[in-house]
Protein backbone atom coordinates (compact mmCIF):
# COMPACT_ATOMS: atom_id res chain seq x y z
CA UNK A 1 0.00 0.00 0.00
CA UNK A 2 1.91 3.60 -0.92
CA UNK A 3 2.04 6.36 1.77
CA UNK A 4 -0.03 8.21 -0.79
CA UNK A 5 -3.36 6.06 0.36
CA UNK A 6 -3.68 7.71 3.26
CA UNK A 7 -2.92 11.42 2.73
CA UNK A 8 -4.87 13.38 4.86
CA UNK A 9 -6.06 16.64 3.27
CA UNK A 10 -6.26 17.98 6.43
CA UNK A 11 -2.92 17.80 7.72
CA UNK A 12 -0.61 20.49 7.08
CA UNK A 13 2.15 19.62 5.30
CA UNK A 14 0.60 16.55 3.23
CA UNK A 15 1.26 17.51 -0.86
CA UNK A 16 -2.88 16.83 -0.51
CA UNK A 17 -2.93 19.58 2.38
CA UNK A 18 -5.30 22.29 -0.03
CA UNK A 19 -5.44 25.46 2.24
CA UNK A 20 -3.43 28.46 1.93
CA UNK A 21 -0.90 29.12 4.75
CA UNK A 22 -0.45 32.87 5.92
CA UNK A 23 2.88 33.05 7.25
CA UNK A 24 3.11 34.03 11.04
CA UNK A 25 2.62 37.77 11.65
CA UNK A 26 1.38 38.44 7.91
CA UNK A 27 -0.49 42.18 7.89
CA UNK A 28 -3.33 39.58 6.41
CA UNK A 29 -3.94 37.57 9.41
CA UNK A 30 -5.39 40.43 11.39
CA UNK A 31 -8.24 40.32 9.13
CA UNK A 32 -9.33 37.87 11.06
CA UNK A 33 -11.00 40.06 13.77
CA UNK A 34 -12.15 42.24 11.02
CA UNK A 35 -15.76 40.68 11.18
CA UNK A 36 -18.40 43.08 11.65
CA UNK A 37 -19.20 44.65 14.66
CA UNK A 38 -22.63 43.05 16.16
CA UNK A 39 -25.53 44.09 15.04
CA UNK A 40 -27.52 46.72 17.48
CA UNK A 41 -29.93 44.76 16.34
CA UNK A 42 -29.16 41.36 16.72
CA UNK A 43 -31.35 39.44 19.28
CA UNK A 44 -30.46 38.61 23.09
CA UNK A 45 -30.04 34.82 22.19
CA UNK A 46 -27.75 35.67 19.49
CA UNK A 47 -25.91 38.66 21.63
CA UNK A 48 -25.17 36.14 24.06
CA UNK A 49 -23.32 33.40 21.92
CA UNK A 50 -21.51 36.53 20.01
CA UNK A 51 -20.71 39.32 21.91
CA UNK A 52 -17.27 40.55 22.55
CA UNK A 53 -15.61 37.10 20.76
CA UNK A 54 -14.44 37.99 17.08
CA UNK A 55 -12.36 35.26 15.53
CA UNK A 56 -8.43 35.37 16.99
CA UNK A 57 -6.27 37.69 15.21
CA UNK A 58 -3.88 34.95 15.27
CA UNK A 59 -4.39 31.71 14.26
CA UNK A 60 -8.33 32.26 13.76
CA UNK A 61 -9.50 30.60 17.31
CA UNK A 62 -13.20 31.08 17.75
CA UNK A 63 -13.35 30.81 20.89
CA UNK A 64 -10.71 34.03 22.66
CA UNK A 65 -7.17 32.64 23.47
CA UNK A 66 -6.47 32.54 27.52
CA UNK A 67 -3.46 35.71 27.32
CA UNK A 68 -2.28 33.98 30.80
CA UNK A 69 0.40 36.86 30.59
CA UNK A 70 1.22 39.51 33.09
CA UNK A 71 2.93 41.69 30.71
CA UNK A 72 3.41 42.44 26.80
CA UNK A 73 6.16 43.57 25.20
CA UNK A 74 6.75 46.92 24.04
CA UNK A 75 7.88 47.29 20.25
CA UNK A 76 9.21 51.18 20.79
CA UNK A 77 8.90 53.63 23.93
CA UNK A 78 5.40 54.06 24.02
CA UNK A 79 4.17 51.63 21.22
CA UNK A 80 2.67 48.97 21.91
CA UNK A 81 -0.47 46.92 20.55
CA UNK A 82 -3.07 48.11 23.32
CA UNK A 83 -1.74 46.57 26.61
CA UNK A 84 1.12 47.21 29.05
CA UNK A 85 0.10 45.21 32.23
CA UNK A 86 -2.58 42.50 32.79
CA UNK A 87 -3.68 44.46 35.92
CA UNK A 88 -4.63 47.85 33.77
CA UNK A 89 -6.18 45.62 30.49
CA UNK A 90 -5.89 41.87 29.05
CA UNK A 91 -7.17 41.05 26.34
CA UNK A 92 -9.28 37.69 27.48
CA UNK A 93 -10.62 40.35 30.06
CA UNK A 94 -11.19 42.74 27.63
CA UNK A 95 -13.50 40.37 25.61
CA UNK A 96 -15.90 39.53 28.57
CA UNK A 97 -16.22 43.46 28.90
CA UNK A 98 -17.14 44.06 26.00
CA UNK A 99 -19.70 41.04 26.03
CA UNK A 100 -21.44 41.85 29.15
CA UNK A 101 -21.70 45.30 28.32
CA UNK A 102 -23.34 44.50 25.04
CA UNK A 103 -26.19 42.48 26.79
CA UNK A 104 -26.22 45.31 29.79
CA UNK A 105 -26.99 47.88 26.82
CA UNK A 106 -23.71 49.81 28.26
CA UNK A 107 -21.44 51.32 26.89
CA UNK A 108 -18.52 49.94 28.58
CA UNK A 109 -17.67 47.57 31.26
CA UNK A 110 -15.07 46.71 33.64
CA UNK A 111 -14.64 42.62 35.31
CA UNK A 112 -13.43 42.01 38.33
CA UNK A 113 -11.90 39.74 40.74
CA UNK A 114 -15.79 39.61 42.90
CA UNK A 115 -18.67 40.23 42.85
CA UNK A 116 -17.49 42.34 46.48
CA UNK A 117 -14.51 43.96 44.25
CA UNK A 118 -17.56 45.27 42.11
CA UNK A 119 -19.45 46.55 45.28
CA UNK A 120 -15.83 48.42 46.69
CA UNK A 121 -15.26 49.57 43.53
CA UNK A 122 -17.97 51.66 43.32
CA UNK A 123 -18.14 52.68 46.71
CA UNK A 124 -14.60 54.23 46.31
CA UNK A 125 -16.17 56.18 43.32
CA UNK A 126 -17.42 58.35 46.05
CA UNK A 127 -15.85 61.01 48.11
CA UNK A 128 -15.42 60.66 51.87
CA UNK A 129 -18.13 61.23 53.93
CA UNK A 130 -20.91 61.19 50.93
CA UNK A 131 -24.65 59.84 51.85
CA UNK A 132 -25.71 56.50 50.51
CA UNK A 133 -29.27 55.90 50.54
CA UNK A 134 -29.32 51.74 49.98
CA UNK A 135 -31.66 48.23 49.81
CA UNK A 136 -32.40 47.48 53.78
CA UNK A 137 -32.58 43.52 52.56
CA UNK A 138 -29.30 43.97 50.66
CA UNK A 139 -26.67 40.66 50.21
CA UNK A 140 -24.84 40.64 53.57
CA UNK A 141 -21.47 40.99 52.53
CA UNK A 142 -22.80 44.46 50.48
CA UNK A 143 -23.89 45.23 53.99
CA UNK A 144 -21.00 44.60 55.47
CA UNK A 145 -18.97 46.49 53.20
CA UNK A 146 -21.54 49.41 53.83
CA UNK A 147 -20.81 49.11 57.05
CA UNK A 148 -17.06 48.99 56.92
CA UNK A 149 -17.32 52.34 54.41
CA UNK A 150 -18.72 54.12 57.27
CA UNK A 151 -15.95 53.68 59.76
CA UNK A 152 -12.89 53.79 57.38
CA UNK A 153 -14.17 56.24 55.10
CA UNK A 154 -16.69 58.41 56.79
CA UNK A 155 -19.91 57.09 54.45
CA UNK A 156 -23.56 57.91 55.81
CA UNK A 157 -26.09 55.27 54.70
CA UNK A 158 -29.56 55.00 55.39
CA UNK A 159 -31.03 51.62 54.76
CA UNK A 160 -34.93 51.57 53.19
CA UNK A 161 -37.11 49.34 51.53
CA UNK A 162 -37.36 51.35 48.14
CA UNK A 163 -40.62 50.23 47.04
CA UNK A 164 -41.17 53.35 49.31
CA UNK A 165 -40.83 56.34 47.42
CA UNK A 166 -42.05 58.72 49.80
CA UNK A 167 -39.35 57.70 52.16
CA UNK A 168 -36.97 57.65 49.54
CA UNK A 169 -37.41 61.14 48.62
CA UNK A 170 -37.30 62.13 52.04
CA UNK A 171 -34.00 60.75 52.65
CA UNK A 172 -31.89 61.77 49.57
CA UNK A 173 -30.11 64.82 51.00
CA UNK A 174 -28.37 67.42 49.48
CA UNK A 175 -25.23 65.28 49.30
CA UNK A 176 -26.74 61.79 48.47
CA UNK A 177 -23.80 60.47 46.28
CA UNK A 178 -25.39 57.22 45.65
CA UNK A 179 -28.39 55.08 45.95
CA UNK A 180 -28.10 51.28 45.88
CA UNK A 181 -30.83 48.88 44.36
CA UNK A 182 -30.88 45.54 44.86
CA UNK A 183 -33.74 44.48 42.98
CA UNK A 184 -35.17 41.72 43.54
CA UNK A 185 -33.66 41.72 46.78
CA UNK A 186 -31.92 39.03 48.44
CA UNK A 187 -33.20 36.89 50.02
CA UNK A 188 -36.90 38.81 50.44
CA UNK A 189 -37.79 39.76 46.57
CA UNK A 190 -38.87 42.42 47.39
CA UNK A 191 -38.67 44.82 44.03
CA UNK A 192 -37.31 48.23 43.64
CA UNK A 193 -38.99 50.34 40.59
CA UNK A 194 -35.84 51.48 39.20
CA UNK A 195 -37.08 54.20 37.07
CA UNK A 196 -38.61 55.66 40.02
CA UNK A 197 -35.84 55.65 42.20
CA UNK A 198 -33.33 56.80 39.30
CA UNK A 199 -35.17 59.81 38.24
CA UNK A 200 -35.27 60.82 41.94
CA UNK A 201 -31.74 60.35 42.57
CA UNK A 202 -30.94 62.22 39.41
CA UNK A 203 -32.86 65.60 40.22
CA UNK A 204 -30.88 65.39 43.18
CA UNK A 205 -27.74 64.83 41.48
CA UNK A 206 -26.72 60.95 42.43
CA UNK A 207 -26.07 58.45 41.15
CA UNK A 208 -28.00 55.46 40.91
CA UNK A 209 -26.33 51.97 40.71
CA UNK A 210 -28.15 48.66 40.54
CA UNK A 211 -26.65 44.94 41.62
CA UNK A 212 -28.62 42.88 38.82
CA UNK A 213 -27.30 39.78 40.06
CA UNK A 214 -30.55 38.03 40.62
CA UNK A 215 -31.63 38.44 36.79
CA UNK A 216 -28.88 39.02 34.64
CA UNK A 217 -29.65 40.98 31.86
CA UNK A 218 -31.75 37.93 30.33
CA UNK A 219 -34.42 39.12 32.65
CA UNK A 220 -33.43 42.78 33.56
CA UNK A 221 -32.28 45.75 31.70
CA UNK A 222 -31.79 48.27 34.35
CA UNK A 223 -30.08 51.37 31.67
CA UNK A 224 -33.37 50.63 30.18
CA UNK A 225 -35.17 52.19 33.69
CA UNK A 226 -32.24 55.14 34.25
CA UNK A 227 -29.88 53.58 36.06
CA UNK A 228 -26.58 55.14 35.75
CA UNK A 229 -24.41 51.97 36.72
CA UNK A 230 -25.05 48.02 37.08
CA UNK A 231 -23.58 45.99 38.88
CA UNK A 232 -22.93 41.72 38.68
CA UNK A 233 -21.47 39.08 40.76
CA UNK A 234 -20.55 37.16 37.59
CA UNK A 235 -20.09 34.45 40.09
CA UNK A 236 -24.10 33.57 40.02
CA UNK A 237 -25.53 33.32 36.92
CA UNK A 238 -23.30 35.02 34.23
CA UNK A 239 -21.00 32.44 34.51
CA UNK A 240 -23.64 29.71 35.85
CA UNK A 241 -21.45 26.84 36.77
CA UNK A 242 -19.81 27.60 40.08
CA UNK A 243 -16.64 27.07 38.99
CA UNK A 244 -15.26 31.17 39.42
CA UNK A 245 -15.79 33.93 41.61
CA UNK A 246 -15.70 37.27 39.42
CA UNK A 247 -17.79 40.60 39.55
CA UNK A 248 -18.67 43.63 37.10
CA UNK A 249 -19.16 46.68 36.77
CA UNK A 250 -21.22 48.33 33.80
CA UNK A 251 -21.82 51.99 32.57
CA UNK A 252 -24.78 53.53 31.33
CA UNK A 253 -24.65 54.37 27.30
CA UNK A 254 -23.13 57.96 26.86
CA UNK A 255 -21.53 57.78 30.08
CA UNK A 256 -17.77 58.14 28.65
CA UNK A 257 -16.29 59.51 32.05
CA UNK A 258 -17.99 57.18 34.33
CA UNK A 259 -16.35 54.16 32.30
CA UNK A 260 -13.12 55.70 32.36
CA UNK A 261 -13.61 56.14 36.05
CA UNK A 262 -15.04 52.84 36.82
CA UNK A 263 -11.77 51.30 34.80
CA UNK A 264 -9.15 53.11 36.42
CA UNK A 265 -10.98 52.55 39.39
CA UNK A 266 -10.26 48.70 39.29
CA UNK A 267 -6.78 49.07 37.85
CA UNK A 268 -6.46 51.15 41.07
CA UNK A 269 -7.59 48.92 43.57
CA UNK A 270 -5.84 46.12 41.83
CA UNK A 271 -9.40 44.02 41.70
CA UNK A 272 -8.81 43.52 38.34
CA UNK A 273 -9.93 39.70 37.01
CA UNK A 274 -7.72 37.18 36.07
CA UNK A 275 -7.70 36.47 32.46
CA UNK A 276 -8.53 32.58 33.50
CA UNK A 277 -11.98 33.56 34.95
CA UNK A 278 -12.58 35.72 32.54
CA UNK A 279 -12.74 32.89 29.88
CA UNK A 280 -15.05 30.71 32.23
CA UNK A 281 -17.27 33.63 32.71
CA UNK A 282 -17.42 34.28 29.02
CA UNK A 283 -17.43 30.59 28.14
CA UNK A 284 -21.00 31.02 30.77
CA UNK A 285 -22.53 33.80 28.93
CA UNK A 286 -23.24 31.60 25.81
CA UNK A 287 -25.87 29.81 27.55
CA UNK A 288 -27.42 32.37 29.67
CA UNK A 289 -30.52 32.79 27.85
CA UNK A 290 -31.14 28.73 27.82
CA UNK A 291 -29.95 28.27 31.51
CA UNK A 292 -32.41 31.71 32.46
CA UNK A 293 -35.36 30.27 30.83
CA UNK A 294 -34.76 26.54 32.29
CA UNK A 295 -34.08 28.53 36.42
CA UNK A 296 -37.01 30.12 35.81
CA UNK A 297 -39.26 27.26 34.29
CA UNK A 298 -38.32 25.48 37.78
CA UNK A 299 -39.05 27.92 39.51
CA UNK A 300 -42.07 28.86 38.57
CA UNK A 301 -43.02 25.16 39.35
CA UNK A 302 -41.57 25.28 42.69
CA UNK A 303 -43.01 28.52 43.64
CA UNK A 304 -46.52 27.20 42.77
CA UNK A 305 -46.16 23.71 45.15
CA UNK A 306 -45.00 25.81 47.89
CA UNK A 307 -47.36 28.17 48.13
CA UNK A 308 -50.28 25.59 47.75
CA UNK A 309 -48.10 23.52 49.69
CA UNK A 310 -50.69 23.54 53.80
CA UNK A 311 -46.88 23.81 56.12
CA UNK A 312 -45.89 26.70 54.34
CA UNK A 313 -46.73 29.80 55.80
CA UNK A 314 -45.56 32.33 52.73
CA UNK A 315 -43.69 32.33 49.58
CA UNK A 316 -41.61 34.84 48.29
CA UNK A 317 -41.32 35.19 44.63
CA UNK A 318 -42.50 37.69 41.75
CA UNK A 319 -43.92 35.59 39.87
CA UNK A 320 -46.56 34.59 41.68
CA UNK A 321 -49.88 36.49 41.20
CA UNK A 322 -50.06 37.44 45.04
CA UNK A 323 -46.86 38.97 45.03
CA UNK A 324 -47.53 42.51 45.98
CA UNK A 325 -44.97 43.76 43.66
CA UNK A 326 -45.93 41.18 41.05
CA UNK A 327 -47.56 44.39 38.59
CA UNK A 328 -44.12 46.05 38.94
CA UNK A 329 -42.21 42.78 38.23
CA UNK A 330 -44.34 42.41 35.15
CA UNK A 331 -43.39 45.67 33.72
CA UNK A 332 -39.99 46.19 34.71
CA UNK A 333 -38.55 42.77 33.89
CA UNK A 334 -38.31 40.16 31.17
CA UNK A 335 -39.43 37.49 33.49
CA UNK A 336 -39.21 36.27 37.27
CA UNK A 337 -36.11 34.74 37.66
CA UNK A 338 -34.73 31.85 39.35
CA UNK A 339 -34.12 32.58 43.22
CA UNK A 340 -36.90 32.40 45.68
CA UNK A 341 -37.52 31.93 49.59
CA UNK A 342 -40.20 30.71 52.22
CA UNK A 343 -41.23 29.75 55.67
CA UNK A 344 -42.64 27.27 57.11
CA UNK A 345 -46.06 27.63 59.33
CA UNK A 346 -44.18 26.67 62.31
CA UNK A 347 -40.81 27.89 61.70
CA UNK A 348 -39.01 26.04 64.80
CA UNK A 349 -35.43 25.66 64.20
CA UNK A 350 -35.51 21.96 64.32
CA UNK A 351 -38.28 22.15 61.59
CA UNK A 352 -36.16 24.50 59.27
CA UNK A 353 -32.61 22.19 59.98
CA UNK A 354 -34.77 19.38 59.21
CA UNK A 355 -35.96 20.88 55.53
CA UNK A 356 -32.13 22.33 54.75
CA UNK A 357 -30.52 18.71 55.68
CA UNK A 358 -33.01 16.35 54.13
CA UNK A 359 -33.29 17.91 50.77
CA UNK A 360 -31.76 15.72 48.10
CA UNK A 361 -30.93 17.99 45.16
CA UNK A 362 -30.75 21.17 46.89
CA UNK A 363 -27.24 21.30 48.53
CA UNK A 364 -26.92 23.11 51.33
CA UNK A 365 -24.42 25.86 50.18
CA UNK A 366 -23.58 29.48 49.98
CA UNK A 367 -23.94 31.24 46.81
CA UNK A 368 -27.10 31.07 43.97
CA UNK A 369 -27.47 30.87 39.90
CA UNK A 370 -25.41 27.74 38.98
CA UNK A 371 -26.65 24.99 37.37
CA UNK A 372 -27.67 23.09 40.50
CA UNK A 373 -29.65 23.68 43.13
CA UNK A 374 -28.98 25.22 46.18
CA UNK A 375 -31.11 25.58 49.22
CA UNK A 376 -29.85 28.17 52.14
CA UNK A 377 -30.39 29.56 55.50
CA UNK A 378 -30.44 33.44 55.31
CA UNK A 379 -29.84 34.27 59.18
CA UNK A 380 -27.16 32.25 59.74
CA UNK A 381 -25.16 32.00 56.16
CA UNK A 382 -25.81 34.73 53.61
CA UNK A 383 -26.95 37.40 55.81
CA UNK A 384 -24.89 36.12 59.14
CA UNK A 385 -22.57 39.54 58.40
CA UNK A 386 -25.88 41.39 59.36
CA UNK A 387 -26.61 42.30 63.10
CA UNK A 388 -29.96 40.82 64.08
CA UNK A 389 -31.01 44.16 64.35
CA UNK A 390 -30.39 44.81 60.98
CA UNK A 391 -31.86 41.57 59.69
CA UNK A 392 -34.80 42.57 61.72
CA UNK A 393 -35.54 45.62 60.38
CA UNK A 394 -34.81 43.56 57.03
CA UNK A 395 -37.80 41.26 57.59
CA UNK A 396 -35.11 37.94 57.84
CA UNK A 397 -36.32 35.58 59.97
CA UNK A 398 -34.76 32.85 61.49
CA UNK A 399 -37.06 31.15 59.49
CA UNK A 400 -36.10 32.10 56.34
CA UNK A 401 -35.08 29.15 53.56
CA UNK A 402 -34.07 30.44 50.34
CA UNK A 403 -33.61 28.44 46.89
CA UNK A 404 -31.24 28.89 44.02
CA UNK A 405 -33.72 26.65 41.32
CA UNK A 406 -31.22 25.17 39.15
CA UNK A 407 -31.97 23.27 35.77
CA UNK A 408 -33.11 20.01 36.92
CA UNK A 409 -35.93 18.67 36.10
CA UNK A 410 -38.70 20.41 38.44
CA UNK A 411 -40.41 17.22 39.15
CA UNK A 412 -37.53 16.20 41.07
CA UNK A 413 -37.12 19.59 42.33
CA UNK A 414 -40.63 19.41 43.57
CA UNK A 415 -40.64 15.62 44.73
CA UNK A 416 -37.57 16.66 47.04
CA UNK A 417 -39.65 19.35 48.47
CA UNK A 418 -42.71 17.56 49.10
CA UNK A 419 -40.84 14.45 50.71
CA UNK A 420 -39.07 17.13 53.25
CA UNK A 421 -42.20 18.81 54.25
CA UNK A 422 -43.89 15.43 54.90
CA UNK A 423 -41.40 14.21 57.14
CA UNK A 424 -40.86 17.80 59.25
CA UNK A 425 -40.83 17.27 63.11
CA UNK A 426 -44.07 17.89 64.51
C1 LIG B 1 -26.81 40.07 45.04
C2 LIG B 1 -25.35 39.83 45.32
N1 LIG B 1 -24.47 40.80 45.04
C3 LIG B 1 -23.14 40.63 45.27
C4 LIG B 1 -22.65 39.45 45.78
C5 LIG B 1 -21.17 39.29 46.04
O1 LIG B 1 -20.57 38.51 45.05
P1 LIG B 1 -19.29 37.59 45.25
O2 LIG B 1 -19.65 36.47 46.17
O3 LIG B 1 -18.95 37.15 43.86
O4 LIG B 1 -18.21 38.44 45.85
C6 LIG B 1 -23.54 38.40 46.07
C7 LIG B 1 -23.04 37.13 46.61
O5 LIG B 1 -23.79 36.26 47.00
C8 LIG B 1 -24.92 38.60 45.83
O6 LIG B 1 -25.83 37.65 46.10
Redesign the pocket.
Known amino acids: MSDQTHLDPNVPGNPAYHFTILPAGSPSQVGWSRRAPLVPRARLATRCVHAGVQPDPAYGAVMPPIYLTSTFAFRDVCTNAGYDYTRSGNPTRAALEEAIAQLEGGIGATCT???????TLVLNLLPAGSHVVATVD?????FRTLEHAKVASNLKVTYLDLGDLAAVSKALEQETALVWI?TP??PLLRLTDIAAVAALARARGALTAV?N??LSPVLQRPFEHGADLV??????YLNGHSDV???AVVAAPGRTALLQRIQSMNNLLGTSQSPHDCFLVLRGLKTLLLRMRAHEEGARQVAGFLAAHPAVARVFYPGLPGHPQHELARRQQDGFGGMLSFELKDGRPDRVNHVLRTLRWFTLA????GVESLVAHPASM?HASMTPEARARAGITDSVIRLSVGIEAPEDLIGDLGEALASLPH
Open positions: TTGMAAVCYGGTESNDTFVHSTTKVGGESLGT
